[in-house]
């Protein structure tokens, strides 16, 4: 079981004001500062998801985070577009994983690959 993740990053504002936009339909918000140079992100109490400056990122990260229904993986990806998010596969189901793979990427700021899946069947 994983307790966190960090990624690295080039510009703290920037990638703070994305991260917060695109992980709010999920109900991840911003919990923690670390100093000026890292944010962490989870849900009351804890902070799963951590951002960090970095004198080089890491780049091709790959982070998926869960979603409770297919609605949710929708917002997602809107408000990860409105946040400056690239597309990098637009929701809708993915077979080839399983049936009900429904998931959403988008490639933040830094050029890391952000997901939103349900596995869950249509209601």
Known sequence: MLDHVTIGIRDIEQSKAFYDQAL??????RLYAEGTD?????????????????????????????AADRVTVDRFYADAIKAGGK??????????????????????PDGHNIEAVCHAPQD
């Open 24 to 29: 709010r339909a999920l109900g991840i918000v």
């Open 38 to 66: 890292f944010a962490g992100y989870g849900v009351r109490p804890k902070a799963f998801f951590w951002i960090g400056m970095r004198e080089t990122p890491q780049s091709g990260a790959h982070v998926a985070f869960t």
């Open 87 to 108: 597309d990098n596969g637009p929701p809708g189901l993915r077979p080839h994983y399983h049936a009900n793979y429904y998931g959403a990427f988008v490639l933040d």
